[in-house]
Structure formats: C-alpha cells, structure tokens
C-alpha cells in the first residue's frame, strides 16, 4: 500500500485559483519515481474521474474538462505531486484525490474538499 496525504482544498470564487498537494511521506525515493501519479474528483453524486496523470519524466496528461486550465506536476525530491487549478468553475466542485495511475488495490485517503462558489 501507499500512503498518500492531500492537501489544499477550499472554498473559491469562480475564475479563482487553488493549489493541492499530495505527499507520499513513507515511500522511498527510488519507489516514489518508479509510479505514475493522478489526482481524481468526485462529485456529489457523480463517479470518481481521474483529471490529470504525469508519470516519472513523462508527458502530463489531462481530462478534456481541465485542459489548459489545470497543471500537474512532481517533485520527486520532495515526495510531492501539486496540482495548480486556475480559472476555477463551479463543476470543478468535488473531492480532489491523489493515488497511483493505475489504482489497483491501493487504498483511497481523505481527499481535500474543493469547493467553486461565488
């Protein structure tokens, strides 16, 4: 298993920013750069949905919906993945996860709450 801890989450006007942050605090260096990472959202009533991936010296990539808007990144010295979301709109509203790509049997943490209102 491997333990992921979100952060960052809160409450913004539409067109607003935020940056979330996901530690990986008992992985190993050499393990953590092996994985690909991804941040997930779930709505309310809605599946969970993986919104942006990058892999270890790889390309990013991203769900139609945050295209150009949404900017995933690692730092692998820090055992960190950020994801910076700009120009925030109110169906961005969700809990935003960190986990592997793919999950497989890793296990979902708490999430960080992100909500767009005005």
């Known amino acids: 298993q491997v333990w992921l801890v979100e952060s960052g989450g809160g409450l913004v006007q539409p067109g607003g920013s935020l940056r979330l942050s996901c530690k990986a605090p008992?992985?190993?260096?050499?393990?953590?750069?092996?994985?690909?990472f991804g941040w997930y959202r779930q709505a309310p009533g809605r599946q969970r949905e993986l919104v942006a991936a990058?892999?270890?010296?790889?390309?990013?990539n991203y769900a139609d919906s945050v295209k150009g808007r949404f900017t995933i990144s690692r730092d692998n010295g820090k055992k960190t993945v950020h994801l910076q979301m700009n120009n925030l709109k109110p169906e961005d509203t969700a809990v935003y996860y960190c986990?592997?790509?793919?999950?497989?049997?890793?296990?979902w943490g708490q999430g960080t709450q992100v909500t767009v209102s005005p």
């Open positions: 008992r992985l190993i260096l050499s393990t953590f750069n092996m994985y690909t």
């Open positions: 986990n592997l790509v793919p999950v497989g049997s890793n296990s």
């Open positions: 990058v892999p270890n010296g790889g390309r990013p």
